[in-house]
């Protein structure tokens, strides 16, 4: 049942995050994912069989992280009135959604009234995926729920805001390492362009540094969610 929980708040996210972008572009002068009905809430409109529902449930099953695309929203950079910075903008859009939301949420979980101790508890058992504590600390304690729940919404929303800005196509930060990249540096460009999905796979399933960051973005987040709290 978690799992599901976990694939929902990762399928709104990431419909957000795309809307985000949609919307940015519309106000730039591009109006594609206007007239394609992209620049809606509605999951159906964006979510993609394999990065919305295979992916995430892969991943949650055996890391027990939730990550995951919806459909990218179809953007003409030629409409743009900002034809230098256009682009730009409409990348960050996208991980500035995420990392709004995880600001709002996270906020919202450390100023509830529990106790540090709790509140440690249920992070941990989470992530040890131990159900069956998260249920007994959840008896007679109506606001416990709504930590957890807000707490993965800031989580979630983190990593896809982090991960977004990694510099490798199709991610939006290849679109602003774009923007500032030197016209001598163009077979830079084309090489990443060509092998950006092979790169991005040995990161994510090869190369170890990918887990160790996961890890260190897991710790700082949910310290920052229960800390700002003990602290105030």
């Known amino acids: 049942m978690e ?11 990431v419909v957000i995050h795309e809307v985000a972008h949609g919307s940015v572009a519309n106000y730039l002068g ?3 994912a206007k007239y394609a009905g992209r620049l809606t809430l509605n999951p159906i409109k964006h979510l993609d069989p394999v990065g919305s529902f295979l992916v995430p449930f892969f991943l949650i099953i055996t890391t027990g992280i939730g990550f995951g695309w919806a459909k990218p929203v179809p953007i003409n950079p030629y ?11 409409v990348a960050l859009a996208g991980p500035g959604s995420n990392f ?3 600001i709002i949420f996270g ?3 450390h100023i509830l009234p ?9 992070i941990s058992k989470f992530l040890e995926r131990d159900m069956e504590a ?3 600390l959840f008896q007679g304690n109506f606001i416990a729920p709504f930590f957890l729940f807000f707490s993965l919404i800031a989580f979630i929303n983190i990593i896809l805001a982090v991960f977004n800005l990694i510099p490798i196509p199709p991610l939006d930060g290849s679109h602003i390492l774009f923007t500032f990249l030197p016209p001598s540096l163009g077979n830079l460009k084309a090489l990443l362009n060509q092998f950006g999905v092979f790169i991005l796979f040995f990161l994510l399933f090869v190369f170890p540094i990918f887990s160790h960051f996961l890890n260190f973005i897991i710790n700082v987040t949910f310290s920052l969610i229960i800390g700002a709290y003990s602290s105030g």
Not at 3 to 13: D, E, G, M, N, R
Not at 79 to 89: A, C, E, M
Not at 114 to 122: D, E, N
């Open 3 to 13: 799992y599901i929980f976990l694939v929902i708040i990762l399928i709104l996210s």
């Open 30 to 32: 591009d109006p594609t």
């Open 79 to 89: 409409n743009f009135r900002d034809q230098k910075y256009g682009s730009l903008k």
């Open 100 to 102: 709004l939301l995880a």
């Open 107 to 109: 906020f919202l979980a």
């Open 114 to 122: 529990l106790g540090i101790t709790v509140k440690s508890l249920i």
């Open 134 to 136: 998260i249920s007994n």
